[in-house]
């Protein structure tokens, strides 16, 4: 494949997975969760977005997961889409992950079951919910921003890294190798002429 059959590829599984990341949050976080506790009540609502939490970040952390190698894999075919910028990308994509990662298996369960122990950890729960919505909005945020760096991204200016058949390859291969022979090392034999040359 050419580089820009290349670009097209990744920044659409990019582009896919960043839009799902970051619509996943908005339907969940303004849409599912007033809904549900509006309609439903307090407990009963509560219920039921603890049963949607787990696929909810999973679903980021697959979305992550997705958006980042192909994130990193454009500017690899166009050198000139090289420079800070590319790692300052992953390690943002990098962090939302993490993030999503520890909201969904470690502070998720932690919620869960101050809900579940009542009255008695009230606070805790508030607590720990309060943690969760901030981390959802950093999240939100970053892939927000990731959404608008991709979409002022300057177009390349090349046609990328031109990637040799294998026929090519093997010519220029033979070229190198034989442009690059080292001289013979053999001695050649003296003439029988020669003043040191000794007859059998």
């Known amino acids: 494949m050419t580089a820009p059959s290349l670009m097209v590829v990744f920044d659409s599984i990019y582009l896919i997975a960043m839009a799902a990341w970051v619509g996943s949050i908005l339907f969940f976080s303004f849409g599912v969760t007033p809904v549900v506790s509006n309609a439903f009540g307090a407990e009963s609502g509560g219920k039921f977005i603890q049963a949607l939490s787990p696929p909810y970040y999973l679903w980021g952390a697959i979305s992550g997961a997705v958006a980042l190698p192909s994130a990193v894999a454009v500017p690899l075919a166009f050198p000139e889409l090289r420079g800070p910028w590319v790692g300052i990308q992953a ?110």
Not at 110 to 126: Q, T, Y
Not at 137 to 144: A, D, F, T, W
Not at 184 to 197: I, M, R, W, Y
């Open 91 to 200: 390690l943002v994509i990098l962090a939302a992950t993490l993030i999503t990662l520890y909201t969904g298996n470690s502070l998720t369960p932690a919620i869960n079951a101050a809900r579940d122990a009542g009255p008695v950890a009230r606070d805790r729960f508030d607590r720990l919910n309060r943690r969760s919505v901030r981390l959802n909005r950093v999240v939100l945020i970053l892939g927000i921003g990731l959404l608008i760096a991709f979409a002022s991204r300057p177009r390349p200016k090349t046609a990328g890294i031109i990637e040799l058949t294998p026929t090519e390859r093997a010519a220029a291969r033979a070229d190198y190798l034989r442009r690059n022979q080292p001289p013979s090392t053999e001695f050649a034999k003296p003439h029988p002429d020669h003043p040191g040359h000794s007859p059998n």
